[in-house]
């Protein structure tokens, strides 16, 4: 399987790394001194608990038309980025050719629909934490690495158990999903609270759930989300948000959101696709989004990077 990854960061290079290591062939779309990095010294995986993974030679460019076509593309760039990366991942993309986006978000697909036919999209999730320690090197914290994909009918396709078989290879926990738009309504639910919480409040998750008016906002962030989830026929329980209430509960407490990180840094938000989607979607199907709103509302003057506010 010759596999593309638009988007060479965290998640895309620490899943591509994975494959190429496990075998597959990997082609990375990248730029600046990581794509130097990598041309002159390959691409490594830092993991202090599981131990280092190091591809010493990969194939890899800034210009995508270098690289294709090819079997699979992969998305996983930033979600402001998502357009932008469709348009430049043409050259790689064959009559044949998988688009798989990875990035956090419910929308996202649709935009790839759009663009390359609901025919070449299969839907994907997943759960690792990673960044880009320095040029040519993704560091993984922690030790889960999970990933779940689907077509959006459900059919375990031949595709689908091939890419599913070629993750397992590479050491993910992959898992294939019947109902892959409820598998992403999962995710984007916990998502959507913890982003708007600690990016609203500047604080990681411990002390949010520790005192009862933050954590009845992070619990009423997740009811709206599931509320529109629903309203869009999306196969969530009623108490999901409850469920993922406790769920927070057993994770780090020390836990934050890559928003929040972002906004400390300074760097552009993804609100937009997070709380800001389902303030969207909700008014589509009229549903109210009061808490989404005034997330969205308060992180907007900071929403294009820190360079770009109050202008």
């Not at 399987?1 to 062939?25: P, Q």
């Not at 992969?74 to 993309?93: F, H, N, R, S, Y």
């Not at 934490?129 to 993704?138: E, F, Y």
């Not at 689908?160 to 984007?188: C, M, N, P, Y």
Request: charged fraction near 20%.
């Amino acid at each position: 399987m010759k596999i593309a990854i638009m988007g060479s960061g965290g998640v895309g290079g620490f899943v591509g790394a994975r494959l190429a290591h496990a075998g597959c062939d990997v082609r990375f779309v990248a730029r600046g001194e990581h794509l130097a990095a990598m041309l002159r010294s390959g691409l490594c995986i830092r993991n202090a608990v599981q131990g280092d993974i190091h591809v010493p030679s990969v194939r890899a460019s800034a210009d995508p038309a270098a690289l294709g076509p090819v079997d699979l593309v992969l998305i996983a760039v930033k979600l402001g980025d998502t357009a932008a990366a469709a348009q430049a991942i043409g050259p790689l993309v064959g009559p044949d050719t998988v688009v798989l986006s990875l990035q956090n978000g419910v929308t996202k697909d649709d935009l790839l629909r759009r663009e390359f036919g609901a025919h070449a999209v299969i839907g994907g999730v997943t759960y690792v934490a990673t960044r880009i320690a320095g040029p040519g090197v993704i560091e993984q914290t922690g030790t889960m690495q999970r990933v779940v994909i689907g077509e959006y009918d459900g059919r375990a396709s031949e595709r689908v158990r091939s890419l599913h078989g070629w993750l397992l290879r590479a050491g993910l926990a992959a898992e294939i999903s019947a109902d892959i738009q409820r598998t992403l309504w999962e995710k984007f639910v916990f998502l959507v609270g913890l982003s708007s919480a600690t990016a609203t409040m500047r604080v990681r998750l411990g002390p949010i759930l520790a005192h009862p008016r933050t954590r009845a906002f992070l619990l009423d962030v997740m009811r709206e989300t599931v509320v529109v989830g629903r309203a869009l026929g999306v196969a969530l329980p009623a108490d999901y948000a409850e469920q993922r209430l406790e769920f927070a509960a057993t994770v780090p407490q020390d836990m934050t959101s890559s928003l929040h990180h972002d906004l400390e840094a300074g760097r552009a938000l993804e609100v937009e696709w997070l709380a800001g989607a389902v303030v969207t979607l909700g008014r589509e199907h009229n549903v109210p989004t009061p808490l989404c709103r005034a997330v969205w509302d308060i992180l907007a003057l900071h929403a294009h990077g820190r360079d770009a506010r109050f202008r």
